[in-house]
């Protein structure tokens, strides 16, 4: 099968997301297979390169790196926006929702992956993980075979998590008994997904992190067995930390420790390792990441949401430690938003840190080279020959960007109320067209989740 080829004809803009962070006007991108092959003014095609091309007008176009989610649910989809927990903390949100989500069964998992992995390809993501830790014990079937199947019919880039949950309320935890699983069953299917599926080419197309969930529903023995797992298997480490004060409280009286400093203790930092949210670091902790280059996913949305807290990202990047952006559960953003998750990032941080606290470029950066950085898809996260063709379209004549040129990489994080790419590109492959999927049928989706969204709210 010969390599498609792509040409995107006098791109109005091209944000590089270099190491210069060049940008270029009126230029051409030749993608040639999963690869940008050529970029230049005036990109000439053979006759037979022709006679096998699709050609783009992007002279409208704002041409970016696609973005890199680093932390989401994708099953939580069925559960947004639930009157009873639109107004409460995490742990109130937490001990509500497990009971509905112990009745998620296979159709459950592929719709909610397909509509969650959908909104993030329409607004600029070609890369996700996906943290599941929720395996009921009803549960039948390759939970994540189907999560797999899912993305591949989309065409996103898919890097999830084997989450895990051990410790059931009896044991002093969170989550109920019928959504934990035991320490050996977990490193079992761990150890029987990374077999199956993880592929460590460096513009795979699927990989495998391990993530147990929180220090509130993880046996010890667990997370040191998990570390051990991954670091034999050169994979990502992932989990919970420092969200929330309650989660803190909960450190101190069961394991006379903070967060982070179990967390050390389990040999749980390094450069393979990344914590989602960390609110609640001080500054001794924020120099510890620094120190070991543990790196963080920032989830503004869901702090917001949750009423969480505002993590210190200024501070954070200045210390040179690793953030990416991570649109976080749908039930509690509610919505797998990608450049909206870049949005907030921003705005957020200057309520914290006055109007120079993150600028619109550095709030991309997180979502396009920190997600490449912390996934670790080094041929990802700019435009560069040689580089993987993962790419996000904007149209910058479009009524929501007007008056907003003088900046076009700004204008769509300051401007603009939808959010959505005209175009989609991964691994070389348009899969948003127009604004709309390309490979499977949206209304068909929508349908299903919310028949599969009413079934499971009424059952509990």
């Avoid at 992007?58 to 994708?74: F, K």
């Avoid at 998620?104 to 397909?114: C, H, M, Q, R």
């Avoid at 959010?419 to 068909?444: A, Q, S």
Wanted: aromatic share 6%; proline share 4%; hydrophobic share 40%.
């Amino acid at each position: 099968m010969e390599d498609n080829i792509l040409l995107l004809a006098n791109c109005f803009h091209i944000a590089t997301f270099n190491d210069s962070m060049d940008e270029l006007k009126g230029q051409d991108i030749l993608i040639e297979g999963n690869r940008i092959k050529e970029i230049g003014e005036g990109i000439e095609l053979s006759t037979e390169e022709i006679n096998g091309a699709e050609i783009i007008d992007c002279s409208s176009y704002l041409v970016i790196p696609g973005m890199i989610n680093t932390h989401h649910h994708l099953f939580q989809n069925l559960t947004r926006n639930l009157p009873s927990v639109q107004n409460v903390k995490l742990f109130d949100w937490l001990t509500h929702l497990y009971p509905i989500w112990v009745n998620i069964d296979g159709e459950a998992i592929y719709y909610s992956t397909l509509l969650g992995c959908g909104e993030l390809l329409k607004t600029g993501a070609t890369t996700t993980t996906d943290h599941h830790y929720l395996y009921p014990e009803s549960f039948k079937g390759d939970l994540m075979e189907i999560q797999f199947e899912a993305a591949l019919e989309l065409g996103i880039r898919f890097s999830p998590s084997r989450g895990s949950m051990t410790m059931g309320r009896k044991e002093g935890g969170l989550p109920p008994r019928e959504v934990t699983q035991s320490t050996e069953e977990v490193i079992e299917d761990s150890m029987r997904v990374i077999n199956k599926f993880h592929d460590p080419r460096p513009l795979s197309m699927r990989r495998i992190t391990l993530a147990p969930c929180s220090p509130f529903s993880v046996g010890r023995d667990l997370m040191i067995k998990i570390a051990e797992l991954a670091r034999a298997h050169s994979l990502p480490l992932h989990t919970h930390l420092a969200e929330t004060l309650d989660e803190e409280k909960y450190c101190l009286e069961r394991f006379k420790k903070r967060p982070l400093e179990l967390m050390e203790e389990l040999n749980w930092l390094g450069e393979d390792v990344y914590f989602a949210h960390g609110i609640q670091f001080n500054d001794a902790e924020l120099d510890l990441l620094s120190r070991t280059k543990t790196a963080i996913s920032h989830c503004p949305s869901s702090n917001m949401r949750l009423g969480s807290g505002i993590a210190r990202v200024r501070e954070m990047l200045d210390r040179g430690i690793i953030v990416g952006l991570g649109v976080d559960g749908s039930a509690s953003n509610d919505s797998s938003d990608m450049l909206g998750e870049a949005r907030n990032a921003m705005l957020l941080q200057r309520v914290k840190y006055g109007p120079k606290g993150l600028s619109a470029r550095e709030a991309l950066s997180l979502a396009i080279k920190g997600g490449a950085e912390i996934l670790n898809f080094p041929e990802l996260g700019s435009i560069e020959e040689g580089k993987g063709a993962d790419l996000a379209l904007f149209n910058l004549k479009d009524i929501q960007y007007a008056g907003g040129l003088s900046d076009p990489l700004a204008t769509i994080v300051f401007a603009g109320y939808n959010h959505e790419t005209v175009y989609t590109i991964v691994n070389g492959k348009i899969v948003v067209r127009e604004g709309k999927l390309v490979n499977l049928c949206e209304e068909e989706i929508v349908e299903n989740v919310n028949r599969i969204s009413a079934d499971l709210t009424k059952r509990h």
